[in-house]
């Protein structure tokens, strides 16, 4: 008989990495998770459904309660549909879900599915401090936040800054193919008002809910 062996994905050390960073500081900036061809193929897909009309302002809060609130978030929104997703989102998906079983083999979190959408802020816009779990719902477990902007630089502005437990800030350039992973019921984190038109693709790793969202 031998001792139970953590599985592995041997053929994605990354994922592997990510997973051991959210068990151990909680959080993870893993530059090039994606390379410059799938990033590509994810811009394409969120400009064709930002030239289509499909995003809409983001609001703020949970299904019942949800506002717009420009003085706390700026950017639109373009929820997916895992389900419908082929191409780069799927293969982008489909490193999400990988990551998703490492991560529940870590800390036993109970990770059941993923919502996310893509996110544009225009020049000017910001997202406030703020914790991506809301009070009282906590389904939202793990933030993956994977950026699909060029040649970044810091005069650009709309840095992600992150609140880590030292008390010390974070400020990560949304740079294309970076992922930042966070625990989402630990880490406070702002958007700093951008310069330019900033694209992400942000999602959640959710427990199962009871109530329908
Ligand atoms: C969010 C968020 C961070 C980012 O959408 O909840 O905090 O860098 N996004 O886009
Ligand atoms: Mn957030």
Known sequence: MVAALTPTSPDDPEIERIAAALAGPGWCVSTGFLDATQVQGLVLEAQRRWQSGEFR???????GTLALRPEVRRDAVRWIDPGQASGALGGYLARVEALRQAVNRRLYLGLFEY???F????PGAFYRRHLDQF?????RQVSCVL???DAWAAHDGGELRLYLNSGETLDVLPLAGTLVTFLSAVFEHEVLPTARPRLSLTGWLRQRLAAAT
């Open 119 to 122: 996110a544009r802020y225009e």
């Open 57 to 63: 302002p983001a609001r703020v809060g949970i299904a």
């Open 135 to 139: 009070e009282g719902v906590q389904y």
């Open 147 to 149: 950026y699909l902007n």
């Open 115 to 117: 919502e996310g959408h």
